[in-house]
Every structure is written in C-alpha cells, then in structure tokens.
C-alpha cells in the first residue's frame, strides 16, 4: 500500500469521526432546546373558563 492511500484512508476516518462528532452534539442541542421548550409551555399559566 502507498503512502498515499494511508493518509486517503486516514484522513476519511478522521472526516467521519468529525462528522459523528458533529451530528451527536446538534442532536444533544435539539433535545436540549426541546426540552426547554417543553419545561416552558408546562410553566406557563393556563386561562380558565
């Protein structure tokens, strides 16, 4: 194997790594903000009648 093709292979870990990295924490974002939003409507008054 060439260098060459070790540091293709190397370097679409690393952009799949990042990529993972990436999607997992702007999944934590949105449930965080979905739950604040949730916490939010919950806290709200409700009018009656």
């Given amino acids: 194997m060439k260098l060459g093709a070790w540091e293709d292979r190397g370097e679409k870990q690393i952009v799949a790594w990042l990529r ?3 999607e997992r924490r702007q999944a934590e974002e949105s ?4 739950r604040i939003v949730f916490d939010a409507s919950l806290s709200k008054p409700q009018a009656c009648g």
Avoid: F, V, Y
């Fill in 31 to 34: 449930q965080r903000l979905a």
């Fill in 20 to 22: 993972d990295i990436t």
